[in-house]
């Protein structure tokens, strides 16, 4: 049964709305826990179930699918995990407006189950489906802080931008549609030869695709998002929401155009250049660490997409291993950043000084962290850019792999600017240990601790490549 | 492991345990007892060495159990293990190499090394820094152990560069003191300076090693390997000397400028082993080193470190004589740093730089008679390593006794001690021994090994050498006599001289043995035990060298009675006669000035001063240059997303246009 992952985080979502409902307001604490067990048990269920195929092949579950699957029910769990404690109001300093326990719960399952079945889709509708199903209700998250002006402007500047890059998404669909006369994505990539028409709608849907990955120009919204929404939202949409986006890539740039993809290669380059190079620079100048976090979270997603070039098959295993390595760091980051808010309301990066002083030992997951998300060795983000770096210098984009280079180097540079407040910078005065609590450091601890091991212990990535390096080769034929 | 290896006995296969023994000491002292109990670290350190010692002892016992003396003595390797594997063919690895150098070198560096543990605990009594020093003092033994072992030049190198650094930390322990900071800086950078001329000749050698190994490799390895040892590798020595690649690097082919690659490579190396051994021009370090405590002064820097120079030539041996010129320098800036530092020695008042120029003349004396030998005519190989060996002993017993005195009188000036002799009869004897041995009287240990080096300059058919040997014999009984003269006879110059006392038993016990040693030491048949080649090295009194070199010694010895006993008013009538010329060597001929000229007012001032000017403003403008950029591009476009969404609808659109564009375009 390979849809039961999916039905058990559907079932989940509506128990937790109907709970919600016969719970006074001090037992609601148990929601978020229901949530855990939930994604826990989907996940089992995930790694469990065999890969196979549902209505006559319209619901497919391969490698790379469950591959999707665990990125989306990890970043999840942990976006629960970073979630709960200002839910549940276990915190210094209040967040405005924030609330609506159950509600969250199953909004943000909801999304993660429209990300789920758009990795198995087979189908341009299946496909268009749920991809608003995992973008929408992201544009209630992202206002869930009611009473704050910056977040329900964050909420409506998302919808507005959403709608016109869906829009523009479900135009090119169309257009698939129209040029192969079926919405069998296997069809499709029968029937498509290069045309205008092709072009169009590549060009439209890849503007879909860039706004969920944040590729430049099309992702001008995140900066506005990040800065206003809540921060485990943030959190989720810097992970979760991008795999999304790659994962639709994959659907089209693998699925549909597989024969083509490799003549995509200099263009898919000057969107990776340009895309590190914009998020990398800007990031330099930002204050804020949402937004900070933001450009930071665009130069990553410029780094991915270099998995996309040139014939290797390498560049699925490597994307896939970045995104995890990806997740880990970046969920560690975040975590101590909700700690810190949770418990100064601090948001700034040099608001962060001194925090090794008082914090000792999340002030080095954040570094560590930090490093893994510049490449710093034995870290796994270094490992994951490597292989990255490899694929593009081995489809001949050596200015590409001179380019990410720089890059990385400009993001040391920001990444050390928070280390430095954290380890140099002199601590504020009266400062004492901030308390923590036990879900926050334990994910805290997890995912740094897998940001290391991911990097040390070969066998991780051994896994993917073994399940994936013949995924491409068999869609091709 | 060959099957021949399994087959030794178990203190040969476990040789490793001489220098292991040492480190772990090192750590222990270092980690734990420095912080804790640095009372009792002197006394664990000391012990360390002491079983190395015995360890060393039983290794030496086996190797010429196995190779009875009179035999071949063929180099083993009884240990080792892989480090560093670059490619097949291409490994370097760390293990042991016995040899009669290495097993005599291990006998005297840890024996020395242990009496001067055991003096120190005495010396160092009541230092802050004490457990500090016996810290360094186990570093120091266990890198020099380490090297002595080496079976290949890379293993040689990092210990070379380990025992540097020992040196240089234990020159500087008194770190309060400018002088001994200053010092210890000018010791580590010369060393320094002269071991990038090491590494080039390790690069060379290596490199042609690596590249002929496939070819020689196979052919040296079958021969090799019939002796006793682990898998060839091509840092090996017992590679580097063979005459296949020997050959090969002397081919004219690979000469430069007419020098042959070998000449090149061994002089370059030569130019670290006259570093670390303070050959002329690179001395000026030691009389500096003589700002570190004394028994370092007696362990480093006169008994085992600075003679590592000298093992490096003999160890190399077979190559210099290949090279045959490369042996020639060799003897010509040992001869010269023999005499040169003996006369300088005649004229200093530190007891101690006095002592280090004796030093610096011994190690000259050393390396020219490796400079006179040949492999046909191996006797100055022989000389030369046994009067390593008889230096060892009498240097570091001279040290220690000067140590004792200035820790009775806390001075070095000799001119403030005198009439010592009542005060500390034993360090008075013990001194008088090793002045005797240095001054080469029969039957004391410097009388032989001093007439085995002179019989083979005279015999290698190096008749100024010899003279030149007998001059330097001359004046070595001359300026160690005087400083006896002047420490422990006459009158008490001072009233610290007047109020000495003999030293602890801790520390006249190492002098007493050391002074048995020395006295004895002459008397080992050392020709049947240590040798290269076939032959075994000269045996017996030769009178034709003998006479001369006693008379020189006694000439020597009369003289210094003559010019020193009573008030010494004729020797400073004396150094008034030569004027400008006793100024010039008192000031050591101008050597450091001439260092300081060279450095300071043209290095420092036309190449440093330019590139640091450029390196400033150029180098550092051009990345500031490139950050500024950065900053100020981050900035522009950080201004595009100003929170329009307008804008944002705009940048969207206009996206997917310049992909339609571009795809277009691509396609037509």
Not at chain 1, 443 to 471: K, M, R
Not at chain 2, 295 to 315: E, F, K, N, Q
Request: hydrophobic content about 55%.
């Amino acid at each position: 049964m390979c849809m039961l992952p999916e039905l058990i985080v559907v079932a989940t979502a509506l128990t937790v709305l109907v709970a919600d409902l016969f719970l006074s307001e001090r037992r609601r604490v148990v929601l978020a826990l229901l949530t855990l067990v939930g994604l826990a048990a989907a996940l089992a269920a995930l790694l469990a179930a065999p890969a196979g195929s549902l209505f006559g092949g319209r619901f497919s579950v391969d490698e790379v699918a469950i591959w999707f699957k665990v990125v989306f029910l990890l970043a999840s769990f942990l976006t629960v995990c970073l979630s709960l404690d200002q839910l549940d109001g276990r915190v210094k300093v209040r967040v405005r407006g924030i609330g609506l326990r159950g509600e969250y719960y199953a909004v943000l399952l909801s999304t993660l189950v429209g990300a789920m079945f758009l990795v198995s889709a087979r189908d341009l509708v299946t496909l268009y489906v749920s991809l608003e199903l995992a973008t929408i209700p992201l544009f209630a998250l992202a206002a869930w802080k009611r009473s704050d002006a910056g977040s329900q402007e964050a909420g409506l500047k998302y919808v507005v931008m959403g709608a016109l890059a869906s829009a523009f998404l479900l135009y090119g669909f169309s257009l698939l549609f129209g040029l192969a006369g079926s919405t069998d994505l296997a069809a499709i990539a029968a029937a498509v030869r290069p045309s205008p028409a092709l072009f169009l709608a590549l060009a439209l849907v890849t503007t879909g695709i860039g706004f969920k990955l944040t590729l430049v120009p099309f992702h001008m919204w995140a900066g506005d998002v990040y800065e206003g929404a809540p921060l485990p939202v943030i959190a989720y949409l810097s992970v979760a929401s991008k795999a999304v986006g790659l994962a639709v890539m994959f659907q089209i740039f693998y699925r549909v155009l597989g024969h083509m993809v490799k003549d995509l290669g200099p263009l898919l380059a000057f969107l990776a250049a340009a895309t590190m190079t914009l998020g990398n620079t800007v990031a330099i100048v930002q204050r804020s660490i949402k937004r900070f976090m933001a450009f930071s979270a665009i130069s990553q997603a410029g780094y991915i997409v270099m998995g996309f070039l040139g014939p290797d098959a390498g560049g699925v295993p490597a994307m896939l291993f970045y995104m995890l390595a990806y997740v880990a760091a970046n969920m560690a980051v975040f975590g101590v950043i909700i700690f810190y808010a949770n418990a100064t309301g601090r948001e700034r990066i040099e608001e962060y000084r001194g925090l090794a002083r008082t914090n000792p030992l999340l002030a080095l997951a954040m570094m560590l962290a930090l490093f893994s998300l510049a490449g710093i060795p034995p870290l796994s983000g270094f490992v994951g850019k490597f292989f990255l770096f490899s694929i593009a210098s081995k489809a001949g984009f050596h200015w590409l792999v001179a380019v990410a280079a720089v890059n990385s180097t400009i993001s040391l540079y920001y990444y050390l600017r928070i280390v430095r407040q954290m380890y140099i910078e002199p601590v504020y005065p009266e400062a004492a240990r901030l308390p923590v609590t036990p879900t926050l450091a334990a994910t805290v601890a997890v995912t740094t601790v897998a940001s290391l091991v991911l990097g040390l212990v070969p066998v991780f990535y051994e896994v993917i490549h073994n399940q994936t390096i013949e995924w491409l080769a068999k869609l091709v034929g | 492991m060959s099957g021949a290896v399994a087959a030794l006995p178990f203190i040969l296969r476990n040789a490793w345990l001489v220098a292991a023994i040492p480190f772990v000491s090192f750590v222990f002292v270092g980690l734990v007892l420095r912080p804790k109990v640095p009372r009792i670290a002197g006394v664990v350190a000391t012990l360390s060495i002491f079983a190395a010692a015995g360890v060393a002892g039983g290794v030496a016992w086996e190797y010429y159990h196995l190779f009875p003396p009179g035999a071949l003595h063929p180099a083993i390797v009884p240990f080792a293990f892989e480090w560093l594997r670059f490619m097949p063919g291409l490994t370097v690895t760390m293990g042991v190499l016995l040899d009669p150098i290495s097993v005599l070198l291990l006998l005297v560096v840890t024996s020395v090394s242990a009496l001067v543990h055991l003096y120190s605990i005495g010396y160092m009594h009541g230092d802050p820094g004490f457990g500090r020093f016996f810290t360094f003092l186990n570093l120091f033994t266990f890198s020099m152990l380490g090297l002595v072992i080496a079976p290949n030049i890379l293993q040689i190198y990092v210990f070379w560069e380990l025992v540097g650094v020992s040196s240089f930390l234990l020159i500087g322990y008194y770190y309060e003191k400018p002088s001994a900071v200053a010092a210890s800086k000018k010791a580590f950078i010369v060393t320094r300076f002269a071991d990038l001329g090491f590494l080039i000749g390790v690069l060379i050698l290596g490199y042609n090693g690596y590249t002929a190994f496939g070819d020689v490799g196979p052919t040296v390895a079958r021969e090799v390997t019939g002796r006793i040892a682990t898998d060839l590798q091509p840092f090996d020595f017992l590679y580097l000397t063979h005459p296949d690649l020997l050959g090969r690097l002397a081919a004219p082919a690979l000469a430069v400028g007419g020098v042959s690659l070998l000449t090149i490579a061994m002089i370059l190396v030569f130019m670290g082993a006259a570093g670390k051994s303070a050959m002329f021009p690179l001395h000026i370090w030691l009389p500096d080193a003589m700002e570190g405590p004394t028994p370092v002064s007696a362990l480093i820097h006169a008994a085992t470190m600075v003679v590592a120079g000298v093992y490096l030539v003999a160890r190399l041996f077979p190559a210099f004589a290949f090279s045959g010129d490369a042996l020639t320098v060799v003897m010509c800036v040992g001869a010269f740093t023999s005499l040169f530092a003996a006369v300088i020695g005649c004229t200093q008042d530190d007891i101690k730089r006095v002592l280090a120029f004796s030093t610096l003349s011994q190690l000259g004396y050393m390396m020219f008679a490796l400079g006179v030998a040949a492999m046909d005519r191996p006797a100055g190989y022989t000389a030369s390593m046994f009067h390593l060996f008889t230096h060892a002993f009498f240097k570091a017993l001279l040290f220690l006794g000067a140590g004792a005195v200035i820790h009775a009188v806390h001075t070095n000036s000799i001119w403030e001690m005198g009439a010592l002799r009542r005060k500390m009869p034993i360090t008075h004897l013990t001194f008088l021994v090793a002045t005797l041995a240095i001054a080469g009287v029969w039957p004391l240990s410097g009388f032989f090994s001093k007439d085995e080096i002179l019989a083979a300059a005279l015999r290698g058919g190096h008749p100024v050498v010899f003279g030149l040997g007998l001059l330097v014999a001359a004046l070595t009984a001359f300026y160690m006599f005087r400083i006896y003269i002047v420490v422990f006879l006459g009158r008490a110059r001072h009233e610290h001289a007047e109020h000495a006392h003999e030293a602890p038993f801790v520390m006249w016990a190492p002098l007493a043995l050391l002074a048995l040693l020395s006295a004895v030491a002459g008397f080992v048949p050392f020709g049947s035990f240590v040798g290269i080649g076939a032959e075994a090295g000269h045996e017996g009194i030769d009178l034709a060298v003998a006479i001369p070199a006693s008379t020189a010694g006694v000439l020597g010895i009369g003289l210094a009675f003559l010019l020193y006993s009573g008030d010494g008013a004729r020797a400073t009538a004396g150094a008034n006669a030569l004027g400008g010329a006793y100024r010039v060597v008192k000031r050591k001929f101008y050597v450091d000035e001439l260092y300081l000229f060279v450095t300071h007012r043209i290095i420092f001032r036309h190449i440093s001063r330019p590139i640091a000017w450029f390196d400033r403003h150029a180098v550092d403008g051009m990345v500031n240059l490139s950050g500024w950029t950065t900053r100020r591009t981050g900035s522009l476009l950080g201004a595009l997303h100003g929170g329009r969404v307008q804008a944002y609808g705009v940048w969207l659109v206009g996206g997917t246009l310049f992909l339609l564009l571009v795809l277009w375009s691509a396609a037509f």
